[in-house]
């Protein structure tokens, strides 16, 4: 997985995407597949099989000691420390101004064992995070073990039967019945994994969390093992669309610095009501700045939005006032901004243009009827509540 100075890195499945013929590109600073069969494809086998991805160029921490829980809390917005062994929490390292370093998924492996998944562009700021906390600390490690680890996700509703039809047989249960949000130590084609029910499709599925030099074979195997049901290879762009319909953010379009867990929507992952062992409240990275925004009036909001017409909105357009309307719903003079697009795109699950975006609070009732400014047309669109997708079961 290591690359030259300037050089994109690859993942250690990269001879296997391009076997496969991937459309590979350039993804935060690694080179991964964009695409195989077609992003339509891809994206409606998930939906109604089950997709593999590569997700290696993802950051792997480990943090462990008898310090690790307190380290931990001090450092994430989530009470950590209150995470039972086997589940996995959804948070966030924020600066001390609440603006948010990256978003994150921490696995408890252990007592005094935690893994912190986060995104690859922003890993080895996690990583600095991190240390600079552990520095001076005996009771604490922290090691990014990124290089050692690939990972692996099967998800859509057929997941579950692949993923199990090549678990070891003393593990075949303990998969079958793993809760959403936990994970577990298994065999998996011979392949020594943590096994964690968690994803970013909206879809029942697994991260397979296995070392570098195994990962191939674990590829093949899924890849025949989930032939009969209906499994293809899926790319980032699949990823992108998957995860948009589900309502999931991205770092870098709904989530970065300037922007709290609150002005996105998830300040339910921010616990002020942390403490210390003597009662008193526990000051992490950004608490006072967050706890001044928990009863704020937003500036702006997350919202989702309907495209109404055939052009999809995309990240960086304009959300405006519906201007003056043409025929077709469309309009050639926008009205005032209002917001700004994170991420947009067609959704081929429901058939016509989704989006999320940012909005000012009095524009973001749903049912509210917008215009997105495509290159200096309005296309129509309604705030509708998030996520457009949800599974039925």
């Known amino acids: 997985m290591s690359a030259a100075p300037g050089a994109e890195r690859r993942s250690p499945l990269h001879d296997e995407h391009v076997a496969l013929g991937a459309a590979l590109t350039p993804f935060a600073g690694w080179t991964m597949p964009l695409r195989y069969a077609g992003d339509r494809t891809e994206h409606l086998a998930v939906r109604s099989a089950a997709g593999l991805f590569d997700l290696s160029h993802m950051g792997e921490l480990r943090v462990t000691g008898a310090g690790a829980p307190a380290l931990l809390d001090q450092a994430l917005v989530g009470h950590l420390s209150a995470v039972a062994v086997g589940r996995a929490r959804y ?16 696995y408890r492996t252990g007592d005094d064992d935690f893994l912190v998944v986060a995104n690859a562009a922003n890993s080895h700021a996690v990583l600095a995070a991190l240390d600079t906390l552990a520095a001076g600390r005996p009771d604490v490690r922290v090691a990014d073990e990124s290089a050692a680890t690939a990972l692996v996700a099967v998800q859509g509703p057929r997941a579950a039967a692949v993923v199990t039809s090549l678990a070891a047989p003393d593990d075949v249960a303990a998969v079958t019945d793993l809760r959403y949000y936990a994970g577990l130590p298994a065999t998996v084609a011979g392949v020594p ?18 070392p570098a030099d195994a990962a191939s074979g674990l ?75 928990a009863d704020a009036v937003p500036d702006r909001v997350l919202v989702g ?12 357009y304009p959300v405006v006032r519906r201007g003056d309307e043409g025929a077709d719903g469309g309009g050639d003079e ?14 081929p699950t429901l058939g016509h243009p989704v989006a999320m975006a940012f909005v000012t609070p009095e524009e973001g009732e749903p049912g509210t009827d ?12 309604r705030v509708v509540a998030l996520p457009f997708y949800r599974r039925s079961s």
């Open 219 to 293: 590829w093949r195997a899924l890849l025949d093992a989930g032939s009969p049901h209906g499994l293809v290879p899926a790319g980032l762009a699949a990823r992108d669309t998957l995860r948009l319909e589900a309502g999931m953010p991205l770092y870098g379009h709904e989530l970065d610095r300037t922007t709290t867990p609150y002005d996105a929507g998830l300040g339910r992952v921010v616990r002020l009501d942390k403490s210390e062992p003597d009662g008193a409240p526990l000051d992490f990275v950004g608490r006072d700045a967050l706890a001044a925004r």
């Open 305 to 316: 939005l309907q495209g109404l017409g055939r052009r999809a909105a995309r990240a960086g």
């Open 334 to 347: 926008p009205g005032d901004v209002v917001g700004r697009v994170t991420s947009g795109a067609p959704s």
């Open 91 to 106: 948070t966030m390292l924020c600066a001390p101004d609440g603006g948010i370093v990256d978003d994150l998924v921490v």
């Open 193 to 210: 994994a943590l096994v964690a029910r968690t994803g970013y499709t909206g879809e029942d599925g697994f991260e397979l969390f296995v």
């Open 370 to 381: 917008l215009g997105v400014d495509v290159r200096g047309r309005t296309e129509p669109v």
